[in-house]
Structures are given as C-alpha cells and as structure tokens.
C-alpha cells in the first residue's frame, strides 16, 4: 500500500477505507441465477483474479434456477413478478 502522503489521500482516511475493504473482503458467497453465468458471474471472477491476490478471491460461487410465478420465470422486465410485501401478506413472514 502507498505511504501516508504518498497518494493524495489522508492516511486515516486510507486506514478506513483498508478496514472497510477487509471488512467485506474476501467475499464469502456470490449468487446469481444460471441465465447470468456468461456475464456476471463470469466477469466477477475475472474482476477479482485481475486485480486481486488469490486469498482475497471469492470464497464461494452459487446459481440458482428461475423463481416461477404462475407457472412462468418471474422477471419485472416482463411484469410478471411478486414483490415481498405481497408476498408476505399472502403467505405470512415464516
């Protein structure tokens, strides 16, 4: 890491921004839905690889299949989708 100085940034404010980062680093699970493979999943991987070292990697890498409501993939581009609220009324928290 550059000195205190050395970048135009504050050293306590670079001791934050270190603290923040190793935080939520590495991550522990990435999860996206199997059509988001080719793109974000993908990508995330080769984000990380490129500038990260190998022990900051995501830990894990999940996909899940498509949520179906009446019988079809749920997607708000399509309109077809339940926000949690009406999920909730309908079905109760538990």
Same mark, same amino acid.
């Given at each position: 890491p550059p000195a205190e100085g050395e970048c135009g940034?504050?050293?306590?404010?670079? *001791?934050? /921004?270190r603290r923040e980062f190793?935080?939520?680093y590495p991550m522990d699970l990435r999860v996206s839905g199997r059509d988001l493979i080719?793109?974000?999943?993908?990508?995330c991987l080769y984000t990380h690889a490129a500038i990260l070292p190998p022990e900051l990697g995501p *830990?894990? /890498?999940?996909t899940n299949g498509h949520v179906l409501l009446n019988g079809e993939k749920m997607s708000k581009s399509s309109?077809?989708?339940?926000?949690m609220r009406a999920a909730v009324d309908e079905y109760s928290a538990d």
């Open positions: 940034i504050a050293g306590d404010v670079l *001791r934050r /921004m190793r935080y939520w080719p793109n974000h999943l993908l990508f *830990r894990g /890498m999940r309109g077809n989708f339940r926000t």
